[in-house]
Structure formats: structure tokens, C-alpha cells
């Protein structure tokens, strides 16, 4: 092959390139803000919205608390990850009380058992039941705790698997509340 062949086939090949770049580039800031993004348990999405009964037999409806920023973590009593963050959750609640929303979301356990729970620990946060572990399903919250930082406008921003501290709980707050 000759020099101006290779190098016809080097332009070619650059050209191809840019090409599949520009075409697999990253979605721009307007359809990273959820608005035409259909709700799915994912960053940059809507939360899907549920109603649930809580432990005071209050409803809990997701899409009625737009304009404050939620933390919704799904939870169980015998899941020793979570009862070591429930605390820090508590504390968040103390904190930011009437600014931030937090929500724990108690994965198919008796209300009974959910509510000795709640009070032996102390939990002032909403506690809706998922009793039959539906809403946990379609959030895909496998792992206990999973947590969700959601925005003023309903967009989820961050998602916690695992148990968070006071740092990370701090440092993720900060993507739904200045």
C-alpha cells in the first residue's frame, strides 16, 4: 500500500471516529433534568410516585410533597446496616426539619413489630409501609438500606446503596438541598 493510501485510510478512519463520538455523545443539560425523561428509579429521572399508609395511619403520596426535597430510604428491622443508619437519618430529620423530607420506607414487615421498632429507636421521620413490598420492587431496592435523594422537583439526583454516615449523608443532602 502506498504512503497516500494509508493516508487516505488514516482520514477515513478519523473521520468514522469523530462521527460515532458526536453520535454517541452525552445528553445535553436539557434532557438530563428528568422533564422529558419518563419516572424510573434512576439518577436524572422522575421518582416514581406511590401512595403508601405510614406507621400513624397517615397516607404518604410522593408527588404531593414536590417543592421540598425528599430522602427516601428503604429500610427493614432486621437489617443490621440499616438499624446503624437509622440514627444518622433521625438526627438529618432533627436537623433539617420542615426543609428536607425524610422518609423511611419499611420493607414488608407487621406494623406492629415496625412500630416497637420505630419507638425503641426513637424515629420521628414518616415511616411509610410497604407492606407488601411493591413500591420496594419498583424502585428495584434490592439491597437493604438503598437510599434515594430526590429533588424540589421530583427528580432523583443521587442513590445510596448501602448505609450512609454522617459524611456521606451530609455530602449527598447537598445534591437536593443547598
Known amino acids: 500500500m502506498t504512503r497516500g493510501r494509508w493516508n487516505l485510510l488514516l482520514v477515513a478512519l478519523l473521520v468514522v471516529g469523530a462521527g460515532w463520538i458526536w453520535a454517541n ?13 419518563p419516572p424510573a428509579p434512576a ?53 433539617h426539619d420542615g426543609e428536607i423530607v ?26 411509610p409501609l410497604d407492606v407488601d413490598a411493591q413500591v420496594s420492587r419498583e424502585y428495584g431496592a434490592r439491597s437493604l438500606p438503598t437510599t434515594f435523594f430526590i429533588d424540589r422537583e421530583g427528580i432523583i439526583r443521587q442513590i445510596q446503596i448501602g448505609p450512609v454516615t454522617e459524611a456521606t449523608l451530609a455530602q449527598l443532602l447537598r445534591s437536593v438541598y443547598p
Open 25 to 37: 455523545r452525552a445528553p445535553t443539560a436539557e434532557t438530563r433534568t428528568g422533564d422529558a425523561l
Open 102 to 127: 425524610i422518609a423511611g420506607v419499611n420493607q414488608a414487615e407487621a406494623t406492629d413489630q415496625v412500630r416497637e421498632f420505630a419507638e425503641a429507636m426513637d424515629l420521628g421521620f414518616v415511616i
Open 43 to 95: 439518577v436524572g429521572h422522575p421518582a416514581p410516585d406511590f401512595t403508601l399508609t405510614t406507621l400513624t395511619g397517615e397516607t404518604f403520596t410522593l408527588s404531593e410533597l414536590r417543592g421540598k426535597p425528599v430522602v427516601l430510604n428503604f429500610w427493614a428491622t432486621w437489617c443490621p446496616p440499616c438499624r446503624a443508619e437509622l440514627p444518622e437519618l433521625e438526627a438529618a430529620a432533627e436537623r
